[in-house]
T-cell receptor, first 116, second 115 residues
């Protein structure tokens, strides 16, 4: 079966532009997570979707970041007015059950974002 | 607040020797602990988890980890390292007692297995 799919795999854009990153979770997975991985750092939690519940947005670093999940499946992470410090690898993960079920998270290969 | 520490940025081990990647954690309630591995330009892959029960947990690719409550540790181990084990390893924790809805990851340990 297909794993978590992220697109694009690489994105280079100019400072100030908006970018959209896409995540296709594993079919049937109710939970979806976005993380940011910067060089030499661990994973920074951004946002968590579970079913039809309101998302946990507590990790979003600024109001330039937003995410949505349509139909309980595909998710899009949008970064407006990009800054150089936004350069990082953005990882998406999904799990069969909610975070509280401790189901393993399955990760995509990430989008490597570079802001010039 | 929950936290996790991986005290070693890098671990080098000779092929065939046992390996240990260290992890310590801090939570207010019961810890739920995970190990993930990341190969270059790939996402993380789940290795194993401790939720409850036996302190020694066995996972994928011959890895195991030992939960030690008194030392608040969850070190990853393998009896005989392979060159293909070279990768970045992440420990993660969730605080069950606090009803946390986030998984906190360590900064990762780069494992290099030398032929």
């Amino acid at each position: 079966g297909a794993g978590v799919s992220q697109s694009p795999s690489n994105k280079v854009t100019e400072k100030g532009k908006d970018v959209e990153l896409r995540c296709d979770p594993i079919s049937g997975h109710t939970a979806l997570y976005w993380y940011r991985q910067s060089l030499g750092q661990g994973l920074e939690f951004l946002i968590y979707f579970q079913g039809n519940s309101a998302p946990d947005k507590s990790g979003l670093p600024s109001d330039r970041f937003s995410a949505e999940r349509t139909g309980g499946s595909v998710s899009t992470l949008t970064i407006q007015r990009t800054q150089q410090e936004d350069s990082a690898v953005y990882l998406c993960a999904s799990s069969l059950g909610p975070l509280s079920s401790n189901q393993p998270q399955h990760f995509g290969d990430g989008t490597r974002l570079s802001i010039l | 607040a929950q936290s996790v520490a991986q005290p070693e940025d890098q671990v080098n081990v000779a092929e065939g020797n046992p390996l240990t990647v260290k992890c310590t954690y801090s939570v207010s309630g019961n810890p739920y602990l995970f190990w993930y591995v990341q190969y270059p330009n790939r996402g993380l892959q789940f290795l194993l988890k401790y939720i409850t029960g036996d302190n020694l947990v066995k996972g994928s690719y011959g890895f195991e980890a030992e939960f030690n409550k008194s030392q608040t540790s969850f070190h990853l181990k393998k009896p005989s390292a392979l060159v293909s084990d070279s990768a970045l390893y992440f420990c993660a924790v969730r605080d069950g007692g606090a009803g946390s809805y986030q998984l906190t990851f360590g900064k990762g340990t780069k494992l290099s297995v030398i032929p």
